[in-house]
């Protein structure tokens, strides 16, 4: 499960109980795979093919939650969306600072986390949590690692409209 930072991929996590999930971010401190830090853009930098060996190592089936999961050799990628006037709402909330506010609604704008995970994994699901709570998105992604990724599938969510507004 990935998708822009802030979009709520570990408040849903939270309420996935039909899966072991397994928080990237704690999973890349565990295997020493964060090598650096982007002051700039107040980052950490990650050894990603530290993190995919420490994946090939985990047994049985899990859910990985974490903005790099798509990247970690995965069978399956869902993509958490949310529009980037109420994602602006959400990283506010986590007290974020404008320049990472902005540089994460302007990557949700123009879907880039969508497109490498189509580029990286070879079946791709989109869930629009925008007008969801944290349980309805949980659910949707229950129903996605039980077999059913046709129900949601990419291409529905487009924030094109919302972009044009902002100038
Ligand atoms: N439908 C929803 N789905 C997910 N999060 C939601 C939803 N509605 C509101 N939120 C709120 O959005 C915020 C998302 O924060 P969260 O830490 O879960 O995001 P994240 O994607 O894990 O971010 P990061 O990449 O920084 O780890 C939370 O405050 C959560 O309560
Ligand atoms: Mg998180």
């Known amino acids: 499960m990935t998708g822009t930072p802030g979009v709520g991929k570990t408040s849903v996590a939270s309420h996935v109980t039909s899966i072991d999930v397994v928080d990237v971010n704690s999973l890349a ?8 830090y982007d002051a700039g853009r107040d980052t950490d930098e990650v050894d990603v093919e530290r993190l995919v060996r ?3 190592a985990i047994r049985g089936d899990v859910l ?9 050799n995965v069978d399956l990628a869902i993509v958490l ?4 006037r109420v994602l602006r709402q959400r990283l506010a909330v986590k007290g974020w600072s404008e320049p990472k506010v902005t ?3 302007e990557a949700e704008a123009v879907d880039v986390i969508l497109i490498e995970a189509l580029n990286a ?3 791709v699901c989109e869930i629009d949590t925008t007008d969801m ?3 309805k998105a949980a659910a949707a992604v229950e129903e996605i690692c039980a077999g059913e990724s046709e129900k949601y599938p990419v291409g529905h969510v487009d924030w094109s409209q919302e972009v044009i507004d902002w100038f």
């Open 54 to 56: 420490a994946v090939k």
């Open 81 to 84: 969306r949310c529009s980037p």
């Open 121 to 123: 994994v070879s079946v």
């Open 29 to 36: 401190d565990d295997c020493d795979a964060i090598v650096g």
């Open 133 to 135: 709570s944290v349980e």
């Open 103 to 105: 540089e994460n609604i």
């Open 64 to 72: 990985l939650e974490g903005h790099l999961s798509h990247l970690l």
